[in-house]
């Protein structure tokens, strides 16, 4: 059916309900009874990126601008090179790029984490790590992989999900395992990297937990609601390891 | 409001909850969901503390229970705090008699629990697929029956503390896959 509206009214249209949607979220219109009276999310589409910034990326490139000066010399990232391109500028001498299978072009290593024999050992600064761990079952040993593959003092920087919805590309692709709780992002890692050189951070509290569940964006909340942090709902995990020097690697 | 989900599934697998049923925390589900048909219930704790407790012990080093004892296994909310997973379900497997049956749920979405976190810690939410995965290491995979509940409105009220009045019961029956607030799983150890 062709639409009746041309496209600029419709756009016009689609602008001005975003803005009042907004305006209801902030006069908590819609946060009163209104959301427990809806069974479908107020954005079903995606995570928030089609209404503006993710909350969840709020998060991970909030973790990431406080430890930007880890990300230098020769770095690692998964599917793209966007995060060591931005937060790493001058500072990265090499990227190279991870991805599982061959279907990406901007992969220059293809290879499973988990079992991981093509990923060199002992030859990144920085590797950036960003919501990768849960789509791995054997967790356990990809987080082997990112001891082995950094340089010793080498950083890894991991962020992951805590309370979100499962991705429905990743559902019919059969690829989402998990959500951590701090704790459990920890212990995997204490269990390759010395434990005093891993430090874990969780962000969130009920209301970004919700605003992201329901495909809600950074634009919709006000900053100091994203900022309070509410050690009880996880929303995203951050976690930074160091591979010691010399010959105390494990 | 997990509890919705919890026992929606106990009850519809409530003919699996008979002879020698093992219990966590307390026997309250097993005395509910198998009546008459229990013969003898064992409660499982970690720590000497619960009054209910015949067996005190960590179900990933549970080497002190004996082999092929239970009928059926209830196992709700406990697989999400412990740590050592793998073990913990080749122990569920150990315990089921063949033919016996276990009964699993654990939550997807859900806040931490600061009791829990404090005390043994929580580590755990699992997706479907994951819990599937992992307890098809260890069972048949045709005798593994995984399904998920919820959707946003569960999710959100649960994440609220609301409580399963506050909301339409229908409104809890619809299921969103997106949305896991609760994980229950279905298992049986094969026949010699």
């Known amino acids: ?250 | 409001m997990d509890r919705f989900f919890i026992e929606r599934f106990l009850a519809e697998h409530a003919e699996d909850v008979r002879g020698h049923v093992l219990d966590f925390g307390d026997d309250a589900y097993a005395r509910r969901f198998g009546r008459a048909k229990v013969t003898k219930v064992d409660v499982l704790n970690l720590t000497a503390d619960s009054p209910q407790a015949t067996i005190v012990a960590n179900l990933s080093y549970g080497e002190q229970i004996a082999s092929d004892t239970f009928d059926c296994i209830l196992c709700t909310q406990v697989l999400l705090l412990v740590y050592e997973l793998r073990p913990a379900i080749r122990t569920l497997y150990r315990i089921l008699k063949p033919g016996g049956v276990l009964l699993l749920t654990s939550p997807g979405i859900q806040k931490i629990s600061r009791g829990d976190m404090e005390v043994g810690g929580e580590y755990w939410r699992f997706t479907s697929l994951c819990m599937r995965r992992l307890f098809e290491e260890v069972f048949p995979s045709e005798s593994v029956e995984v399904k998920a509940s919820g959707n946003v409105l569960a999710a959100t009220a649960f994440l609220f503390g609301l409580a399963v009045e506050d909301i339409r019961r229908k409104d809890l029956e619809y299921d969103d896959p997106d949305f896991e607030v609760s994980i229950a799983l279905r298992a049986v150890k094969p026949c010699l």
């Open chain 1, 1 to 250: 059916m062709k639409p009746v509206a041309p496209s600029s009214a419709r756009r016009w249209m689609k602008d001005r309900r975003l803005s009042l949607e907004r305006w209801g979220l902030r006069l908590g219109i819609w946060a009163g009874p209104g959301l427990l009276r809806r069974i479908t999310p107020i954005n079903p589409n995606d995570y928030g990126e089609g209404r503006g910034q993710c909350i969840d990326r709020y998060y991970i490139e909030r973790f990431l601008t406080e430890h930007a000066n880890d990300v230098k010399g020769h770095v690692l990232e998964f599917a793209d090179d966007t995060y060591a391109r931005r937060f790493g500028g001058d500072k990265t001498s090499k990227i190279d790029v991870l991805h599982r299978t061959a279907d990406n072009p901007k992969a220059t290593i293809v290879a499973d984490l988990a079992c991981a024999k093509n990923v060199p050992s002992d030859t990144f600064d920085c590797i950036v790590c960003t919501q990768v761990l849960h789509c791995i079952f054997e967790v356990e040993a990809a987080v082997r992989t990112l001891f082995r593959a950094l340089k010793p003092g080498g950083v890894v920087l991991v962020t992951d999900a805590g309370i979100q919805k499962l991705d429905s590309v990743d559902l019919k692709n059969r690829e989402e395992y998990w959500r951590f709780t701090s704790l459990a992002l920890r212990r995997l890692f204490e269990e390759v990297f010395p434990a005093e050189l891993v430090e874990v951070k969780a962000y969130g509290n009920a209301l970004a937990a919700v605003a992201f569940l329901h495909g809600l964006a950074v634009q919709d909340l006000k900053q100091e609601h994203l900022d309070y942090s509410d050690a009880d709902f996880e929303v995203s995990l951050s976690l930074r390891a160091v591979k010691p020097n010399g010959p105390s690697a494990r």
